[in-house]
């Protein structure tokens, strides 16, 4: 009897203890995880400013770049003038510099939007939607585009999309849904091959499953800015 | 009457003004959200990314000033800009495809099943890499180059139908374009697993030489 009696007040403390157990493990874990989130915002912060700061620079420097090239192109234009053969020779550059997408370009075409939903859990990713880029992209120039821009970068020779986390780089540039990818062309080309079934099968099933925000409208009127990074040439010659 | 006119091109201004004001907001809105949801290792690539584009525009300006400078000077002492110009012709052939070229860099070749998709990719990775230039087989890829898909073992280069196996070529910086492509996670690793029946080999080529663009 008096084993009994002691088995059960041993039980009436354990359950308590066991109580106990739990809570301090339970407040020992919030603490351990409010400690890594004071490291990861001691980080974080610092890091979106650097971000921030590099790309206001980037602009800056952009800005920079493209006053320089003008002032390049009407000293030559000026020079021009004086003989025929750099005259030819300017017509020449002239031509190149828009065939590279160094001149703005202006006229009808598409909009495209591209951009994720309202995320269920406020902790979703982001999708990284670098390949849905490439993939209109190369859309625009098969329907014949002759200016493509992504958020205002134009589209080169040079360019590459990629997704850094789910944040997208283009022409080394940080960019962020929602997406406008404009291209300059005939508009019903463009509406034919964006609106091809076999095309972009990927991105409209998404768009169906609503995973994906994705259309495309007619514009009467697109400009497209001229591509103002560097020209990097520094290991191939011309033949 | 006049003051009417007045006020609503006032009123139409303004609007126009705000609708900018919060569109410029809300896209910066965006993008500090989707930056806030990146983790430390992302934003720190992410910055060395945008510090090394930086440094390539610093040293573009760098050179853009002197050239400005020798171009004057050229042409106050009677020489004209002639020179200048070529050089820049010659950059612009490059950068637009619009001359053959060559120069070192890599080759990937390609034996087996491939698709469009597959080597639209690998040119963004090429260019992403520094490629400055790019040709698949005996076509050079152009600023507005498409790829698409063609009939068994083919694929459709700028309208062109073109025939495996494939050797994409890119002249650059050699070490950077060989390790942009076959660092571990890169995309010919990720390639080896989905196109498992596929062979891809990667090599440093000293002189490479390309054609010019053949399509407009």
């Known amino acids: 009897m008096t084993d009994a009696r002691a088995f059960q007040k041993g039980f009436v403390l354990l359950v308590p203890a066991v109580l106990f157990g739990i809570l301090v493990a339970a407040q020992w874990g919030t603490f351990a995880a409010a400690d890594r989130r004071d490291v990861t915002i001691r980080y974080v912060e610092p890091l979106h400013a650097s971000i921030e700061g590099l790309q206001a620079q980037q602009d800056a420097f952009k800005e920079q770049l493209a006053g320089l090239r003008t002032e390049l192109d009407d000293l030559q234009r000026t020079a021009a003038t004086q003989s025929g053969a750099t005259q030819d020779l300017q017509q020449r550059l002239d031509d190149l510099r828009a065939l590279a997408g160094l001149t703005a370009a202006r006229g009808e075409g598409l909009v495209v939007q591209l951009d994720a939903p309202p995320p269920i859990a406020p902790l979703d990713r982001p999708t990284c939607f670098a390949p849905d880029l490439t993939d209109i992209t190369n859309m625009a120039w098969r329907a014949g585009a002759a200016a493509v821009s992504i958020n205002g970068e134009r589209v080169v020779g040079s360019s590459s999309v990629y997704c850094v986390g789910s944040t997208i780089v283009v022409n080394g540039t940080v960019a962020s849904a929602p997406f406008e990818i404009r291209a300059i062309g005939d508009p019903a080309a463009l509406l034919a091959t964006f609106d091809d079934p076999a095309q972009l099968r990927d991105l409209k099933r998404r768009r169906d499953e609503r995973s994906v925000i994705f259309h495309a409208t007619r514009a009467p009127l697109i400009e497209i800015g001229p591509y103002t990074g560097p020209i990097a040439v520094g290991s191939a010659r011309t033949e | ?216």
């Not at chain 2, 076509?139 to 994409?168: N, S, Y």
């Not at chain 2, 002249?171 to 950077?176: C, F, K, L, N």
């Open chain 2, 1 to 216: 009457m006049r003051s009417r006119t007045g006020a609503l091109t006032v009123a139409v201004v303004a609007l126009f003004l705000g609708v900018l004001v919060v569109s410029q907001f809300r896209s910066r809105e965006a993008f500090s959200r989707t930056l806030q949801q990146e983790t430390p290792e992302t934003l720190t690539t992410l910055i060395a990314d945008l510090s090394d584009r930086n440094r390539q525009l610093r040293d573009e300006i760098f050179d853009l000033r002197s050239r400005l400078e020798q171009a004057r000077s050229s042409i106050a002492g009677g020489r004209g800009a002639l020179e200048e110009s070529e050089r820049e012709l010659a950059h612009l052939q490059v950068f637009s495809a619009r001359s053959a070229v060559s120069g070192p860099g890599i080759a990937v070749r390609i034996v087996g099943p491939f698709d469009e998709r597959a080597l639209s990719d690998l040119v963004n990775e090429l260019r992403n890499a520094g490629a400055e230039a790019i040709a698949v087989n005996d076509r050079r890829v152009g600023p507005r180059t498409w790829f698409g898909p063609g009939p068994e073992g083919t694929l459709v280069i700028d309208g062109a139908q073109a025939q495996g196996p494939w050797i994409v070529r890119a002249i650059g910086a050699v070490e950077v374009l060989y390790v942009g492509l076959t660092r571990t996670g890169g995309i010919v690793g990720q390639f080896q697993l989905i196109y498992d029946r596929t062979r891809f080999d990667v090599t440093r080529e000293p002189l490479l030489r390309l054609p010019a663009l053949s399509s407009p």
